[in-house]
């Protein structure tokens, strides 16, 4: 199947349709097909094709010929004996009921579907050398639940326009270094000092350098029962979550995931098997975890808890009082613990960070960092995790983990050389997020200046780099947050990321990257300020 060929006619004929992207979700939602935002939007984009059952739906929608919609030669009309054809009694259920729900996609004239669309670009469908239909290779249903906006249909649609030569302002995802944050002078020195001596492999979990110096840190953070065997060292947090996660799940178990989250842990949960449960974050309360929210969407079948502290998407710092109960939630249930704490040394107002698993020396705990973003080296991916609390009662989960950290053999050996130099000394991010700090000064910034806009709000962060407004839907009648982020960057070529791609349930919320300078903020702002003074969805 030709992508570009699919795309080009899914296209062709939503406009002959007077279709729009958010009927087939309506439709899908009717008919119970599993069909997201991001999925449908690839497929507009030519980004993907999607999966045979797929395309029926989508061509039963349309009421074109699945054979013409996936790229063949033959009519667009349903029923003709040209191409291959699709399962009758199939396709005439799926039509029967997938009429778009929107007043705007009314049935097509008879005329209208009894015309082919001319497409000279159809190449001649393949075939087997006995003279069958060639087999065709779908992506895994695993990625059916998988989302990860933060680089999604969104960001290919800037891609696009950058490639024409429009320029973008990109202030979707937390990469500090082409904002003009550089990495410590020492940290870039000492890895060429030591590149001779980084050709090799080094032990799976890491160098002991580097995990000795890890270890140091968490017994600063009063993490209960660490030893360097319980470190390990990965690609950045992202490689480490996606392991521990294959390490723990079976299919239909339940982890209760923050919402909003970073969509990855969601996706992880997702693709090893297991089921996302959001437990909601309270806006009204600092962004908070709703520990009731939390303690009723236990179940089972939960085997474990993740926390997101500092927050991303929201820039929220949990107290002491709040992990406090999430750890009894956790001990009165028997869950295990992940915490996410890649923004610990990003803390702002004269606050602290506390690690949950220094509240849980009963409990299993794991606790990821890195030094992606206080050291502003984001693409050297030095991550860790460390193994803390209880660790008799997971011996089966740490054998997993063991096999799995084996199997991809190691982690990048020049970016663990500099660990134990970039954690050691002064710690130029302090200089950041203090008053006349650029961090500090832009979160500022920021705050004061989306809640002068009519029709948004936000809270104050407390640490990272970002920020999580609110739009009120019925100002400017959004029903569609990715809608609302491809007609932003259309109109003033701004790239935000919105809040559905973090697993918010509503469509009034966007994350905001405030790592430009206040000059480029100041600009994105007035722009952002223009474009709601008559934007209406």
Known sequence: ?????????LNQAMALRHMKQVDFIHAASTRGVKLGKSHISQYVSGKTTPRPDIMRFLAATLNVSEDWLAAGNGPMERGSSSGSQPDSRRSLDLTADAS??????????????????????????????????????TKSTKLDNVLYDVRGPVVDEAARMEATGTHVLKLNIGNPAPFGFRTPDEVIYDM?????ECEGYSAS??????????????????????????????????ELINLSMSALLDNGDEVLIPSPDYPLWTACVNLAGGTAVHYLCDEQS?????????????????????VINPNNPTGALYPKEVLQQIVDLAREHQLMIFSDEIYDRLVMDGLQHVSIASLAPDLFCVTFSGLSKSHMIAGYRVGWMVLSG????????????????????????????IVQTALGGHQSVNDYIVPGGRIYEQRDYIYNALNSIPGVTAVKPKAAFYIFPKLDVKKFNISDDEQFALDLLHDERILITRGGGFNWHEPDHFRIVYLPRIEVLKDATAKLTDFLSYYRQ
């Open 1 to 9: 199947m030709s992508t570009a060929t699919f795309a080009s006619r």
């Open 205 to 238: 979990k890491g160098l002991f350098s580097a995990r000795k110096a890890i270890m140091q840190y968490a017994q600063l953070k009063n993490l209960p029962n660490v030893s360097i065997d319980d470190i390990y060292t990965g690609n950045g947090v992202s």
């Open 286 to 306: 600092e962004w908070y975890p709703d520990i009731d929210d939390m303690r009723s969407k236990i179940t089972d079948k939960t085997k474990a808890i993740v």
């Open 100 to 137: 778009p729900a929107s007043s705007s996609s009314s049935s097509p004239s008879s005329s209208a579907s009894s015309s082919p669309m001319p497409d000279s670009s159809s190449p001649t469908p393949a075939s087997s050398p006995k003279g069958h239909p060639m087999r065709r290779f």
């Open 390 to 417: 209880n660790k008799n009662v997971a011996r089966d989960y740490i054998e997993g983990l063991n096999m799995l950290t084996n199997m991809r053999i190691c982690s990048n050996v020049p970016a663990q050389s």
């Open 192 to 196: 060429a000092h030591q590149l001779p």
